[in-house]
């Protein structure tokens, strides 16, 4: 970032369409001229290829493809890319949006961390979750730009989608943890990567099993499979109050190899077997109808 050059302030009243809220965009460096500047509306960034420095309030981070930036309106940032080939698409929108957004989604959301904290939250998607939200953004560009209302719909609708995948329990760029840390950390909580065990933990971190093991318990003070088991005991207890599976179905569908261990595990956390729990929240459902 040139400290010479005073920031310049970006408006929604000049970047962003004020029927829908929002706009959208495909930028490649080299068709592009960036300085330091800030906005007041907001934006996600989503990078596609090449990489880049990516100098956010004094300080620079390095980025390359799949990484999920959340810029605030707070925040002055610029790029230096590093390659000919950096692109990401930006997707610019309201203030008002923002609240809304965040009114919808209460307080399943620390909305004071993201907009709050030092630097501008962010995540790094794996390859599929980058192809996969790229389509979804761009789909934004195939509608007919004058129906406001359904773009405006769209679009929020993805943010509800965007913040509540990936924002809803991300650190800020500022915190001590590994980035690839954090993202196994968080994925980890999908049903489909903590019934597979530990070895879709150590896939996700991409380090050997004794380095990723060491740094969980540096950061988050727990060891992998007791990471894993709390999350598919939440889960197995969620099930057990919301669905007529049986308790041996629930067992297999959490990720528990066999029943006693699950049983076990179960008693441990929750201080009563699984099918006394069952009956104990059935029994508290009914009395409230």
């Known amino acids: 970032m040139n400290l010479e050059m005073k920031p310049k302030k970006l408006l929604a009243a000049y970047h962003v369409d004020s029927e829908s ?37 004094g300080t620079s981070f390095s980025v390359g493809r799949g990484y999920l930036i959340f810029v605030r309106d707070k925040d002055v940032h610029d790029y230096l ?12 929108f309201t203030k008002n949006t923002l609240e809304a957004l ?16 030092e630097y501008p939250p962010s995540i790094r998607l794996t390859e599929s979750e980058t192809d996969r939200l790229y389509m979804k953004l761009t789909e934004l560009n195939a509608l007919n730009f004058n129906d406001k209302k359904r773009l405006k719909l769209r679009m929020r609708a993805l943010l509800v989608e965007i913040f509540t995948n990936y924002f809803c329990d991300i650190r800020p760029l500022d915190s001590k943890i590994p980035l690839w840390l954090e993202n196994a950390y968080e994925k980890m909580k999908l049903p489909k990567n903590f019934i597979a065990g530990k070895e879709r933990f150590f896939e996700l971190c991409g380090r050997t099993r004794e380095h990723a093991t060491r ?25 057990l109050r919301s669905s007529n599976l049986s308790v041996t179905d629930i067992c297999y569908e959490s990720g528990f190899g066999n029943l006693s261990w699950f049983y076990s595990e179960f008693e441990k956390k929750f201080k009563i077997s699984p099918k006394a729990y ?3 929240k059935n029994q508290l459902f009914k009395t409230k109808i």
Not at 105 to 110: A, K, R, S, T, Y
Not at 218 to 233: A, C, F, T
């Open 215 to 239: 740094t969980l318990a540096k950061h988050y003070s727990v060891s992998p499979s007791n990471y894993i088991n709390e999350l598919r005991l939440c889960y197995a207890a969620n099930l």
């Open 102 to 117: 965040f009114g919808y989604l209460g307080n399943g959301i620390d909305s004071g961390l993201l907009l709050k904290c």
């Open 278 to 280: 069952r009956n104990q």
């Open 21 to 57: 809220e929002c706009l959208l965009r495909h930028v490649r460096c080299e068709t592009e001229y960036f300085r330091p500047h800030s906005h007041d509306y907001f934006e996600i960034f989503l990078t596609l290829k090449g990489s880049a420095e990516h100098m956010v309030n």
């Open 81 to 92: 890319s590093r390659s000919q080939g950096f692109e990401f698409v930006n997707l610019a």
